[in-house]
Structures are given as C-alpha cells and as structure tokens.
C-alpha cells in the first residue's frame, strides 16, 4: 500500500506554503518529516486529514488498486493532544470502541488496552481533564493504536513523554509499522535519525528525501541541516 | 497621568482599531478579496479608527437611554403613582445597585490586562485616568436622558441634572469601601463575582425600587435631596480616598488573573476560556450510564454539565415561578393592577420573544460542547463522519428541547394562569395560544442556535471565535427580539403567527442541518 501525493498546493493569500509536492510513501515504513518552523508540516497534515482545502493537486491510496483516502484511513496525533475532558479514560475508549467497532480487528478488552499502554489502574476512571499532557497524549495514541488506521500522522507526538514513556512509544511504533504508513514530524535530529526508516525535508514547500544510505549519523546531520539551510 | 491615560487611550484605540479590520476580514466574500497586509493599509486603518472613536462616542449614550428606557420609564405606567417620585425612587435603588454591580475599576477588562500586566503601565495612573474617564462618561451619558425623560415625567430641573452626579457619587462611595477593604484584608473583590451578600444587596433594592411603588410608598424629592447631599459629601471624601490610595498595582495583579479576565470575554477565546470552561466539568462517581455509542457520549456530557444545563434550568424556573406568586399576589389585592396585567397580556406577547430569547441555555450551551467536547473530537476523522456528527446532533437536540422546555412551560402556563386570574379573555383559544406560541419560541431558539453551531461552526482550533457570519446572526437575533420589545400586536393573532413560524423555520433549518452539517461541522483552520 502506498499513500501517494501529485502536485499538491495549498497556499494562504499569497504565501506559498506547499509547492507542486509529489511524494509516495509506503507501507512498512516510519518517515520522519523535518522542517524549519513554519515550513508547513502542519498544513501538510491538514491537507491530508482534510481539515483544510488544497488549492490544487490529489493524493490517494494505491493498493491492488487506487482509491480515494477515506476518513478511516487516516489516524492524526497532534502535539497538543485533544481528548474530549469531560470524560474520564474508560469511558472515553468505550465510546471509541463503541463507534468504531466493525472496524476494529481483534477488539481486546478495555483494561488490556490500557495495560497495553501502560496507563496504571489508578487513572484509569480519571476524568480526561485531571490527565497531565503525556498521559493525554498517550490516550490519543492510544486511541488511534485501537482504530488502527492504514495512515498515522503524527505531529511532533513524542516531545512531551518523559524519556521512559517516549522509549516505550518508540518501540510501539516500530512494532506497529509494518502495517502502516506512519508519517512522523519532528524538530528533534536525533529522534528522526534514531526512529525513522527515511528522511523527508519540508523546505520552501517542496519534499525532499534525504539518501542516508553508507553515510554516518553526523555526516547525515550535516546534510539535513545544510538541506534546511538552503534559500 | 494625562499621559499614561493618552498612552492607555491609544492602545484600546488600537486593538479596537485591529479588532475592527479584522472583522472586515471575517466577512464571508470579502475575505477572499482582502489580504493579510490588511492591517498596515493606511486608508483603512484611518476609516476603522474614525469607527471606532465613533463606537466610543456612541457607546456614552446608548446604555444609558436603553437602560432608563427599559429599566425605569417602561414600567412607570404600571403604577398609580405620581410619576416624578415614581422616576427618582426606582432612579435611586437602581443607583445602588449599579454602584455595586459595576465599579469600572474592580471589572477585570482585557484593555486593563493588556495595559497593567502585560505592558507594565503604571496601575495607579492607568486605574485612576481611566476611571475618571469612565465617570465623566457617565455623567456626560446620563445628563441627556435624565433631563430629557424626567421633563416628560416632571421632574423639576435641578433634580433631573443631579440625578447623574448622584449616580458618580455612589460609584465613590462603593470603590472606597472595596480599597477599604483590600487595605483591610488584602483581597482584592472583582466585581464580576458578586457575593451573597452584595446579591441579597441587590435583590433587596429591586425589591424596593419595583415593590414600594405599588404600595404608594416612595422617596420623594425632599427625602432624594438629603440622600444626594449626604452622598455627594461621602462620594467627595471617597474621591480623596480613592486618589492618594497607592497600592493599585498589588490590587490589579490579583484581579487580573488569565482566568478573570476571559471570564469577561466569553466570546474571544482562548485558552483561558478554555480553563474557564474546563471548570463546568463536574465528575459524579456514582452515576453509571447504561446507554451506548453517541447516546453514552452526550448522556456523560449532560451529567458532567449539570452546573450548566440543568442546575442552571431549575433555578431559572425557581425565579419565574416565585415572579408568578408574586404577580398572583399583587392580581388579587390591586384591582388597578389586575386590569393592567390582563390587558397586557393580550398585546404584549411579543415582549415574551426577548424573554425567551434572554432565557434560552442554548447559546452557552453550544459554546461548552465545543470547549469541551468538540474542540478536541472534531480532530479525530471519525467524528467527522456524516454518521457520528448527525447521531450526535439529534441527542443534542434532543436535550436542548428540553432543558429550555421547563421554563418555557412554567412561563406559558404561568402567563396562561395568570390571564386567568386577572379576569380572563372573551376567547379562550387566547390560553392555549400563550402557552403554545411560549413553547415553540423555545423550540425555536433551541433548534436556532443550535443549528447555526452546526452550520457555522464559529471556532478554530486555538478555541478563538474566527467566524463573522456566526457573529451577524447573533448579532441580527438580538436586535430582532429586542426590537419585539416595542411591538403590541394582539396575542392571538401574533401567537398563531409565532407558532407557525417557529415550526417552519425549525424544519427548514433541521433539513438544511441533515444536508449540510456533515460538510461544515468541522474546526477552522
């Protein structure tokens, strides 16, 4: 399964913000998605998440055959997490259970889902808005671990995990992978490098893949930043 | 100090200007025309300048005569009283209660946040130069309308001028005793979380200022000269008091807290709002709902909203029914006032659509859905399937109805029982036309409002109201029921009409909602 993108532009008045993308990314694989502030990694995943309108260009799946991106198909994480506060955990991955249910393959029980996530018993039936912003982040993780979506967008998801929970997401990711398509941004080099099967750079509204085929860590470092240097 | 005040009149100028090309910006088709570098253009920035000092002019004037209009002149043909005392004796309780209610220093405005916290301006030169600003306003404001609606209920001329400075001076007084207090206890009150005790204050006021007259007791002119003269010798020692007072910065910095300050500006979000209404949430351990899917979503939502939707709902209902008591009351020992009510209620329905529409939850409600629930669902595609948004609307709808119904009947039986009591109407379809046309205006606002959240989905991601069109329909709702307020049309026939109305408008707007809300119900961007 590949997601595929074809000359995708989405500009605000006059600013361009993404150019003419055209990009696959396939099944199986974590990309890291680098770019500099504002360099439209956002928009990006807004646009494929069709929260907003693209002013040109497609993008669908192409699987035995190509079709459109549906709304199941897509799972976004964002670096804020959003969970509706006025529930506690429970009850907010039994109603996401409860409307997702033809979907879900192997449909485990609740508790097992947050075992699975190492949410302890304790906060379980804490109401959403009493969660601190990691253990809010892990639900909407959670959440979209469960539906299990063929494409996962995930905007900057690690950066308010402290460094046990962010290695055990890590791991999470790369035992998931292999049935998606996981599209990760980042600004943290080492977390790319560490985590991602590829590179991609954002810069002036263009993807670009970055080869880090027979070169080492630092040489790689170097050329991601002179890439994002570039004017 | 003149100059902290220009300083601080400049920057509220400012925002105001910005806020004022940023709605330009909101317009449906305009906004495409329009670009970002909007707010440098020099042309506009004078047109919305010249607008905004045009509001502030405005502004001086208009509350004052809506509120002498409303609160005073209105309800003088319901006494058989001398109509001069009758002014000046409400004229005076309400004094009190505004000089309690709204002190302009302790409100904790956002211009003042801005200004105080954020920008580090002196606190006792911005408090002081704006506050005097807004007591100069005041009797500017107010001189117009006392002498001209006390001329017309003849009033003689030195009391219509000393009306306004009475108003100053009991202001003086109420901001010297909360610095008085501060200096005591070293909290800070704001003024827009009264206590119990100022509430009990003011309802014994209301109760005076509307209660007396009926029984012909009232502050006559005389006794309004000894009240003005000891005020005005209270309010000038405040005004010393309130001058060489010096702790300002230490007051302000405990009301003007994040969550105080967008309290007040419900409408702008942000995250503090977010905050404010994240405080709504009330977890109830031992409730368990055995509802699934959407039903369990919004049956948690109501159950964890009480303090909002149904609390709020009983106590309106507790209010309008101790009003109806009282008016029974007053049906049955004021013959004169038996014949006003009865022939009111055969003229003045349309009245009854601001009464509904001030009464409707619906509006608050909606903006709690989306801080706390959709702000973060709609992020998820899932909820944005026609499936799940339609499945949700209905148990919102659903729930809507009928939290604004428990008013609503009360107010349409009440109205009905109290036509009734006051000696009946010729036709009796004039019942059944009160208490129906009562219930489908709440019908109505419920679906209104509710349907346009739906449809106009006003807020973005960052919780900020982005949406113009939603705010010229509220806009255009207010000023149509408002403008009901000075419409006597008989009750049957204006009542058929309402009710046929309300349930056109509910269905059109329901079938519009069915075919649109899955395409527009989503977050801006």
């Known amino acids: 399964m590949k997601l595929i993108i074809k000359n995708l532009n989405k500009k605000f008045d006059k600013k361009v913000v993404l150019k003419d993308i055209n990009f696959e990314f396939e099944k199986g694989k974590i990309y890291g998605l680098l770019g500099r502030n504002g360099a439209g990694k956002t928009t990006l995943f807004n646009c494929l998440n069709e929260d907003i309108e693209v002013d040109g260009g497609e993008f669908y799946i192409e699987d035995q055959k190509t079709r459109k991106v549906l709304p199941d198909d897509i799972g976004y994480v964002l670096s804020t997490p959003n969970v509706p506060e006025f529930l506690t955990g429970r009850e907010f991955l039994k109603f996401f259970i409860e409307i997702n249910k033809d979907k879900i393959k192997n449909e485990k029980t609740i508790d097992e889902y947050f075992d699975f996530m190492k949410i302890e018993k304790e906060d379980r039936d804490k109401l959403l808005k009493d969660y601190s912003h990691g253990m809010k982040n892990k639900m909407q993780m959670l959440v979209n671990f469960i ?27 790369r035992e998931i992978k292999k049935n998606h398509i996981i599209i990760f941004s980042t600004h943290i080099m080492e977390l790319a490098l560490d985590l991602c099967d590829e590179i991609v750079i954002l810069n002036k509204g263009t993807l670009e893949e970055i080869d880090k085929n027979d070169i080492d860590n630092e040489h790689l470092k170097n050329k991601i930043i002179e890439a994002l240097k570039e004017e | 100090m003149i100059k902290t005040f220009i300083t601080s009149f400049k920057l509220k100028n400012t925002y105001r200007t910005n806020s004022i090309i940023y709605s330009i910006k909101q317009l449906p088709i305009i906004r495409k025309i329009l670009p970002n570098s909007l707010y440098k253009n020099n042309g506009l920035k004078i047109f919305a300048n010249i607008i905004s000092i045009l509001c502030e002019i405005i502004g001086i004037f208009i509350g004052k005569i809506i509120y002498i209009a409303a609160m005073i002149v209105s309800v003088l043909s319901l006494y058989n009283t001398n ?51 807004q007591l100069l306003k005041l009797i500017i404001g107010f001189l117009p309308f006392t002498i001209l609606f006390g001329m017309t209920t003849g009033i003689p001329i030195w009391i219509q001028i000393i009306l306004s400075f009475f108003v100053v001076a009991v202001k003086l007084i109420v901001m010297n005793y909360s610095i008085y207090r501060f200096k005591k206890t070293k909290k800070a009150s704001n003024e827009n979380l009264p206590t119990k005790f100022v509430w009990g204050f003011v309802g014994v006021c209301l109760l005076l200022a509307y209660g007396l007259p009926a029984a012909n007791i009232m502050i006559n002119q005389t006794i309004f000269l000894f009240v003005f003269i000891i005020s005005m010798i209270l309010g000038i020692y405040s005004l010393i008091k309130i001058h060489i007072f010096k702790d300002y910065k230490k007051m302000y910095k405990q009301i003007l807290t994040e969550t105080n300050v967008y309290a007040v500006e419900k409408n702008s979000g942000t995250q503090a709002i977010k905050n404010v209404s994240l405080k709504q949430i009330e977890l109830d351990e031992n409730y368990v709902s055995n509802k699934s899917g959407f039903a369990y979503f919004h049956d948690l939502f109501v159950k964890r909203h009480k303090k909002i939707l149904t609390e709020a709902v009983k106590k309106q209902s507790v209010v ?40 409707n939850r619906s509006s608050s409600v909606t903006q709690a859905m989306f801080m706390n629930c959709d702000h973060s669902m709609l992020t998820y595609r899932i909820y944005r399937t026609p499936k799940v948004i339609l499945g949700i609307f209905k148990e919102r709808l659903r729930t809507l109805i009928i939290i604004n119904l428990l008013p609503a009947s009360i107010i349409g039986f009440g109205l009905a029982l109290m036509l009734y009591l006051s000696g009946g109407t010729d036709n009796t379809l004039n019942y059944a036309v009160l208490i129906a046309s009562i219930i489908a205006m709440s019908i109505f606002f419920s679906v209104h409002y509710l349907v346009m959240y739906y449809l106009l989905q006003p807020y973005n991601v960052n919780t900020e109201m982005k949406s113009s069109t939603y705010k010229a329909v509220q806009g255009i709702t207010y000023f149509v029921c408002w403008y009901m307020i000075q419409i006597q049309l008989p009750t049957l026939s204006f009542g058929i009409a309402t009710i046929c109305f309300c349930i056109a408008y509910s269905l059109i707007s329901l079938f519009i909602a069915y075919k649109y809300a899955p395409k527009t119900f989503k977050l801006r961007i």
């Open chain 1, 147 to 173: 539906a299990s979506p063929n494409i996962l967008l995930l905007d900057e998801p690690l950066t308010s995990f402290d460094v046990v929970v962010a290695e055990e997401m890590k791991q999470m990711l």
């Open chain 2, 83 to 133: 109509q001069a005392d009758t002014f000046i004796h409400i004229f005076t309780f309400l004094t009190l209660c505004g000089g309690v209610l709204n002190t302009y220093m302790l409100n904790p405005t956002k211009d003042k946040y801005y200004a105080i916290i954020l920008m580090n301006i002196n606190a006792r030169e911005y408090g002081l130069s704006n506050y005097y600003y």
């Open chain 2, 320 to 359: 309008i029914l101790v009003i109806f008591i009282i008016l029974a009351i007053g049906i049955n020992i004021n013959g004169e006032f038996k014949s006003k009510i009865n022939n009111m209620l055969t003229v003045f329905l349309p009245y009854f659509v601001f009464i509904m529409y001030c009464l």
